[in-house]
Nanobody, 121 residues
């Protein structure tokens, strides 16, 4: 079965960096666009970033543009989210997801369980 497993979350001070990874299995990874989302308790899921099949096109939410970088390694079936200049408001659970549709759609085919990111002030 398809699995998306995130790692790399943790506690970091404001201004610091973290690199999230999402390892995929059970699917043809290079056929899927990949996205990162975040969702705080009681809030709607928020799009963070996405990347196309080859990695040649990337997309970002305004809140993270210039601070976060999404990338992928199709040989390793892994997508990454490099997060720099982190802010306390970035604190929440981050999930990766896979889609064959538009990266802007909320209807991604597969979702990971998420990894917690906590930014202290």
């Amino acid at each position: 079965q398809v699995q998306l497993v995130e790692s790399g979350g943790g506690l970091v001070q404001a201004g610091g960096s973290l690199r999230l990874s999402c390892a995929a299995s059970g699917l043809t990874f290079s056929s899927y666009k990949m996205g990162w989302f975040r969702q705080a308790p009681g809030k709607e899921r928020e799009f963070v970033a996405a990347i196309n099949w080859s990695g040649g096109s990337t997309y970002y939410a305004d809140a993270v543009k210039g601070r976060f970088t999404i990338s992928r390694d199709n040989a390793k079936n892994t997508v990454y989210l490099q997060m720099n200049r982190l802010k306390p408001e970035d604190t929440t659970v981050y999930c990766c997801a896979a889609t064959r549709s538009s990266v802007w759609s909320s209807q991604y085919d597969y979702w990971g369980q998420g990894t917690q990111v906590t930014v202290s002030s």
